[in-house]
């Protein structure tokens, strides 16, 4: 493996709440911190071979914003195992395989558990603190080694447009 692979994975925007709407859409809220994630991303030539969700509306939605920019002309594709409670060992051993770029929407406590069974091989332990809409960048220089490179969050992603 020559160059570096980028993992990023994602926590869906804020969705609304079941009982508002049991398919949990976007938020307005939601809705516009992914744009405003999207922008940053697009702003700063972030570029993925695919963009994978988990199916679920909010993380659909989420997948097609961000991959406007990331994935130009590509389409989201939906991927099974990535639910909130879903066991992590399938998608860690084929990301550690991939060479192409790749980010991953879906939904905690699954993006944290990833996260940290990527980093440390253990899922159990507590790395990151995601927040909807959360974008965290792991680089792989040698197969199945992975650090942290960045994290974003819709917040910080406003200070990005300041002067």
């Not at 695919?50 to 909010?58: E, T």
Request: aromatic share 4%.
């Amino acid at each position: 493996m020559d160059t570096i692979m980028k993992l990023y994975l994602v926590q869906h925007a804020e969705a609304l709440p079941k009982d508002v709407d049991p398919a949990r859409p976007l938020s307005q809220r939601g809705r516009a911190d992914a744009q405003q994630v999207a922008d940053l991303l697009a702003r700063a030539g972030l570029r993925v071979a695919r963009v994978l969700h988990s199916g679920k509306k909010r993380a659909q939605q989420t997948a097609e914003l961000l991959a406007v920019g990331a994935l130009p002309g590509g389409k989201p594709e939906p991927t099974s195992g990535l639910n909130p409670n879903d066991p992590t060992d399938e998608l860690a051993a084929r990301a550690s395989q991939w060479d192409d770029d790749t980010m991953v929407v879906g939904h905690l406590p699954y993006m944290a558990r990833l996260a940290s069974c990527l980093l440390t091989g253990d899922e159990t332990s507590c790395l990151v603190a995601f927040t909807p809409g959360t974008v965290l960048c792991l680089e792989q220089a040698e197969r199945g080694r992975w650090c942290l490179a960045w994290m974003i969050r819709p917040e910080l992603s406003v200070a990005s447009k300041l002067p």
